[in-house]
């Protein structure tokens, strides 16, 4: 009797049709879920799970689709490949919580009070500046406008701002390295 009809038999909850196409369905799924896994292990366990799911779905096969052989071995395929994908997802999730753990923990108040306190030194640097220096820094690195809208807003020539831009980042620049 051939697989096709087996496969029809099984469907209709005959166990001994069963014993034989797991007989001659057993050696080939593990073959291929041994290729695909490489583990012999977990190539035995999901060749178990697939013979398994062919006796309690085999009413959904379809002898027009195919034969019996190749619906059986497309679900072998189908779990071993699951399986790969199964196990590489959880090790890249343990791979995340490995780095997450590696991570310092964040400390929400020391990060403000720090940031708070960089502030405060930047405005205190900003101080020490000219109006001219301070304004073309402030338009600048705060507000985001170019050297060429600072010098309209300011009504100076371009090279004045840009002079005063320099002079004073070189300032701040020497101000802010003692906060380091």
């Keep these: 009797m051939g697989t096709d009809e087996l496969l029809v038999l099984v469907a209709g ?38 013979l398994l799911d062919v006796w309690r779905s085999a009413a959904r096969f379809d002898p027009d689709r195919g034969s019996a052989q ?21 090790g890249e999730r343990e791979q995340r919580e490995a780095r997450r753990a590696e991570q310092p923990a964040f400390d929400q108040v020391a990060e403000e009070v720090e940031a708070g306190l960089e502030r405060d030194w930047v405005r205190r640097c900003l101080d020490k500046l000219t109006e001219l220096q301070r304004q073309s820094v402030t338009l600048a ?5 170019t050297y060429r809208e600072v010098a309209e807003r300011l009504s100076l020539p371009l090279g004045t701002v840009k002079t005063r831009m320099r002079d004073g980042l070189t300032r701040l620049r020497a101000c802010l390295g003692g906060a380091a």
């Design 13 to 50: 909850g005959d166990q001994t049709a069963f014993e034989n196409l797991y007989d001659t369905m057993s050696g080939p799924v593990f073959g291929l879920v041994r290729r695909v896994l490489r583990d012999p292990d977990q190539s035995e366990e999901v060749a178990q799970e697939v």
């Design 141 to 145: 690195y705060y507000d985001g406008f």
């Design 70 to 90: 190749s619906w059986i071995l497309t679900l072998a395929h189908r779990r071993a490949v699951d399986r790969v994908r199964s196990a590489r997802a959880a």
